[in-house]
């Protein structure tokens, strides 16, 4: 979906969310933790919202909201965001945002 | 030698033979009437026929021949106690194998008792004057889903005992990485399992998987999110790992940092559920009488309370992941041994705590 495909290319790190989602802002509050200012995208608050949904399931954001792009790149929901970031890996992917913060 | 003719009377109670000794008389019991096969195990109609002479034939064995009586003496008696003895040998299996089944059920549910038990406990210190107490107090009985929960609980935890001793023998024996290995993946299995249970049963009723009640109430003071706190449990670790080179040590002070801000994300994330559901029960006019809308709008928040419940079970099996994934074979099993009896202290002090003797009133 092109909307999806700007928005993810234009802002680094950025969140697709729900204003109502207690998960999301958990990743959210993880962010902002590591000193990332992320860019967060409420499709509830968005007449596009469900167009955006689909178009997230289609690119294989397998489970509900969160979805996390780095760079453009689909990281994934909670699970994955987690995991990347027990690894290690997490961070290595934020380096070059956190400036922004 | 035991008594003969009153010892078969079935049981009332437990539909085994009378008497019925308690375990460690098991042994005795089998001893006196399993193993003596010269000692003829008899029965109360058998015991008649031995009495009777031996024209009779009593249709209980096999070939007894009537009219070659003194020839066939010695075998007919033989071949009589013989099959006798098989029979009883037989009935006794029979009545082991039910015994055995009696104290497997018994054991399942004194543990089951025990759970109740200590949620009893529980509830006088969370409850207490709530107007819907019967709702945590009896989903266990009144809930499938949470009393198989309770159930397969009480065999997890019986399981990990036994691995637990069985790594602790592996690790002070001889044996090779390879098969230690074995250990280690078993030990860390069983902790993956126990979270696809709670996963289950948090779609039965992830409240009574928050309230952790059927923790020991140790393990439940520590808790966090339905369950240990990941970066508590680096700590506790770290120790037992040692010797650890300078970057192992550092991967894990790094990975226990991780865990911290995580935890720190979910739980900000369940402060703001619970912002949320208290804001949606109480919108609107309170006091009119007419609340249809806001609880039906409150469902939908609580069923996020599963996710959160998933998302930290997620975190805690990362973590054990990357444990595993940064040491050696004989480091993981140091750490899963010291983990699990970490649980198993808790466990014991919640019990030697709930049966203290209680000061006066």
């Not at chain 2, 054991?107 to 819907?132: F, N, T, V």
Request: charged share 25%; proline share 4%; glycine share 8%.
């Amino acid at each position: 979906m092109e909307k999806v495909r700007k928005l993810t290319s234009e802002k680094g790190v950025m969140i697709f969310s729900k204003s109502t989602c207690c998960l999301c802002y958990a990743v959210h509050m993880l962010f902002q933790e590591l000193r990332i200012k992320p860019y967060v995208h409420e499709i509830d608050h968005d007449p596009d919202g469900k167009e955006i949904e689909k178009a997230l399931s289609r690119m294989g954001c397998s489970g509900p909201l969160p979805a996390v792009f780095i760079g453009g790149e689909l990281v994934g929901s909670t699970n994955e965001v987690m995991s990347l970031h027990l690894s290690g890996s997490l961070v290595q992917l934020l380096k070059p945002y956190q400036n922004l913060s | 030698m035991n008594s003969t003719s009153t010892q078969f009377v079935p049981s009332r109670r437990m539909g085994l033979c009378e008497p019925m000794p308690q375990v460690g008389m098991w042994n005795d019991y089998k001893e006196n009437n399993c193993m003596h096969t010269s000692q003829p195990v008899i029965l109360e109609v058998d015991s008649r026929f031995d009495n009777q002479s031996e024209d009779t034939s009593h249709g209980t064995v096999g070939p007894s021949n009537k009219y070659d009586q003194e020839e066939n003496k010695p075998v007919d008696k033989v071949m009589r106690r013989l099959a006798q003895n098989r029979e009883a040998a037989r009935k006794c299996r029979l009545r082991k194998k039910a015994y055995v089944q009696q104290l497997e059920n018994s054991k399942l549910r004194l543990m089951q008792l025990e759970q109740e038990l200590e949620r009893a406990r529980h509830q006088g210190s969370y409850i207490g004057g709530g107007l819907d107490t019967g709702q945590l107090g009896y989903s266990g009985t009144t809930n499938p889903g949470i009393a198989t929960f309770e159930m397969e609980y009480g065999h997890w935890v019986e399981e990990q005992n036994k691995k637990i001793a069985d790594l602790r023998n592996a690790l002070y024996s001889d044996i090779g990485d390879v098969e230690l290995g074995i250990f280690v993946d078993g030990g860390m299995r069983h902790y993956f399992d126990l979270f696809a249970m709670k996963a289950t049963a948090a779609r039965a009723d992830v409240f009574y998987l928050m309230s952790g009640t059927w923790k020991t109430s140790a393990e439940h003071f520590l808790s966090w999110i339905g369950g240990f706190r990941p970066s508590e449990l680096l700590k506790v670790l770290m120790p037992h790992l040692e010797p650890l080179t300078e970057q192992r040590r550092l991967e894990l002070s790094n990975l226990r940092q991780s865990c911290q801000q995580a935890e720190d994300a979910l739980s900000q994330g369940l402060e703001k559920l619970h912002q949320i559901l208290s804001e949606t029960v109480a919108d609107g006019q309170l006091g009119e009488g007419n609340y249809l809308p806001q609880i039906s709008a409150a469902m939908e928040k609580l069923e996020a309370m599963v996710r959160f419940v998933g998302q930290a079970d997620h975190l805690r099996q990362e973590t054990l992941l990357q444990i595993s994934r940064n040491l050696t074979t004989r480091q993981t099993a140091r750490g899963l041994l010291a983990l699990g009896e970490y649980f198993q202290r808790l466990r014991a002090l919640s019990s030697l705590w709930a049966s203290r003797p209680r000061g006066s009133a």
